[in-house]
Every structure is written in C-alpha cells, then in structure tokens.
C-alpha cells in the first residue's frame, strides 16, 4: 500500500478512481503520476495536463483522443514502448503492469501451438514495423489477437500506423475509465 496523489492505492490494484474534479485541482507532476499509467507517451501526458480543467470523464476521454490523434509518430512509438508484447506477461508491480497482465488475460489460457505463433508473429511485426504489436486485447482471446496479428502483417505501414493509433486510443480510454469517476 502506499499513497498516490492523496489516495491510498494497493499496488496490484488496477482501479484508483479519482474524481476528475480532483485531478483538475492537482499540481502538474501530482496530475502526471496518474496519467502516465494510461499511456506513456510524455507529450499525451503533457498536452493532456494542459487541457485541465476537464470536470468529467467524458471531457477528459475527448480531450485525450484529440491528442491521440495529434501526436507525431515518434510520440506514438514512445507510449508502445510501455507495452509488453501480446503474449507476454507484464513484469513489475504498479497499475501499468497490472492493467496489461488483466488485458491479456486472453493468451493466458492459450494452447502451446497458439503461444508459439503468437511469439513467431510479435517478432515477425516487430521486424516489419519497428515496434510491439499493439492491439487492445481486452475481452479477445489469444486466438483473436493472434488472428488480428496475421492479418496486419499484410498492411501497408502507413495503413498499420493508422490501427496502431486506433488501437492506442481505445486502450487509452479504457485506461482512463480505470483511473477516473
């Protein structure tokens, strides 16, 4: 246990729930440690903190996916960096690390064969595209996601960068549903 801009948080618990009320009344770098958890992009975090005040989940969600939308691909590559590959599972305690391993819950339950071309198809995207397949893996099993990767191999990069960022965005608000009321 410990405390976190004035709320006391579990380390393995995936839900803080601050009202946006009182995110909006934070200090910037107090503001920061809670959303830094929903996407590590440094400049979504940024641009995000100098939108406040947002005073409701759904201003905030709006505001974050118009960033989302708005940030250069390098800014992209720096939130996937902070995702482990589907399949994997996320080391470390924190609301990052728990929220990854409780959103692939789906490659838990996967048979060898589909383990093995999950870990064959991560390192075949990332040796076309550069970076970690991302996809927003709650609630799909290890045979959707694997299919989703096979698929998006075939893509074009700039037609791939597209989903990424789609992907990213959703992952992102369900993030933010996790850490605001």
């Known amino acids: 246990m410990r405390t976190?801009?004035?709320?006391?948080v579990d380390d393995d618990e995936v839900s803080v729930l601050v009202p946006v009320v009182q995110f909006d009344a934070l200090p910037m770098s107090a503001a920061a440690e809670l959303l830094t958890p929903c996407c590590a992009s440094s400049r979504w975090v940024h641009q995000v903190l100098l939108g406040r005040p947002y005073h409701s989940l759904r201003v905030l969600s709006a505001a974050s996916d118009d960033v989302l939308a708005d940030l250069a691909w390098s800014d992209v590559?720096?939130?996937?960096?902070?995702?482990?590959?589907?399949g994997d599972r996320a080391?470390?305690?924190?609301?990052?690390?728990?929220?990854?391993?409780t959103e692939q819950a789906g490659?838990?339950?996967?048979?060898?064969a589909?383990?093995?071309?999950?870990?064959?198809?991560?390192?075949?995207?990332?040796?076309?595209?550069g970076h970690v397949f991302l996809i927003c893996a709650t609630g799909r099993s290890a045979e959707q996601m694997l299919a989703a990767l096979q698929q998006r191999l075939g893509n074009p990069t700039a037609m791939e960068r597209d989903v990424v960022r789609a992907e990213l965005q959703?992952?992102?608000r369900l993030r933010l549903i996790k850490t605001f009321r």
């Open 91 to 101: 080391e470390g305690a924190g609301r990052e690390a728990g929220w990854s391993r």
């Open 4 to 8: 976190e801009v004035g709320v006391t």
């Open 107 to 112: 490659t838990q339950q996967a048979g060898d």
């Open 77 to 86: 590559a720096e939130a996937l960096a902070g995702h482990p590959r589907i």
């Open 170 to 172: 959703a992952i992102v």
């Open 114 to 129: 589909v383990a093995a071309e999950l870990r064959a198809g991560n390192i075949a995207y990332e040796q076309r595209f």
